[in-house]
């Protein structure tokens, strides 16, 4: 079956960039999508076909998606950015969703 | 504005049954696909199945094939989920999602559902 694989965690300063790592094979021929997850509450979509931002998702997040793997990538990290953020993506071998592990982002 | 509201969790014994419902409103439920997604406490997300608008297309993750149906009424702006043969590993928070696209992204999603199984 297909993995996606995401680090565990990232940290990162007010003001500074996080850049959030989705990997899989050959995860440039798939359309990826990103989520965000604040604790208690549902995920809300980030970006959707590797580039595209969610209605009302501020500018500073924005994906690209290459090879063997994906990246969100968060400018000017603030600390409302704290979150658990989960790739995903189709994966028509096998007619399944296939979530990434998910990386906890924590604003120092 | 977009609702999907969940219900039908709670406490279940190991091998007994539950129904998920999820109710839409605020959006034209006929017009999208559907999933449900669940998280373990503390765990990631992992998705469980796809209903396609017309129902005619169905899929499920391996985990729980066999077990899980899933199903959906567009008079009613519902979609279900029969859950049988529950295990303890099944305890989650169970999740409703569309898709305007098929097989796309999950552009609405609901608050959840808790299913804890346990004797």
């Known amino acids: 079956s297909y993995v996606l694989t995401q680090p565990p965690s990232v940290s990162v300063a007010p003001g500074k960039t996080a850049r959030i790592i989705c990997g899989g094979n050959?995860?440039?021929?798939?359309?990826v999508h990103w989520y965000q997850q604040k604790p208690g509450q549902a995920p809300v979509l980030v970006i959707y076909?590797?580039?595209d931002r969610s209605s009302g998702i501020p500018e500073r997040f924005s994906g690209s998606n290459s090879g063997n793997m994906a990246t969100l990538t968060i400018s000017r990290v603030e600390a409302g950015d704290e979150a658990d953020y989960y790739c995903?993506?189709?994966?028509?071998?096998?007619?399944?969703?296939?979530f990434g592990t998910g990386t906890k982002v924590t604003v120092l | 504005q977009v609702q999907l509201v969940e219900s039908g969790g709670g406490l279940v014994k190991p091998g007994g049954s539950l129904r998920l419902s999820c109710a839409a409103s605020?959006?034209?439920?006929?017009?999208?696909?559907m999933s449900w997604i669940r998280q373990a406490p503390g765990k990631g997300l992992e998705w469980l199945s796809y209903?396609?608008?017309?129902?005619?297309?169905?899929y499920y993750a391996d985990s729980v094939k066999g077990r899980f149906t899933i199903s959906r009424d567009n008079a009613k702006n519902s979609l279900y989920l029969q859950m049988n043969s529950l295990r303890a590993e099944d305890t989650a928070v169970y999740y409703c999602?569309?898709?305007?696209?098929?097989?796309?992204?999950?552009?609405?999603w609901g608050q959840g559902t808790l299913v804890t199984v346990a004797a």
């Open positions: 605020g959006f034209t439920f006929s017009d999208y696909h």
């Open positions: 050959n995860i440039g021929s798939k359309s």
């Open positions: 076909y590797d580039t």
């Open positions: 209903i396609s608008i017309s129902g005619s297309t169905i």
């Open positions: 999602a569309s898709h305007y696209e098929s097989t796309a992204y999950s552009d609405y």
């Open positions: 995903q993506v189709w994966d028509s071998s096998t007619d399944h969703y296939v």
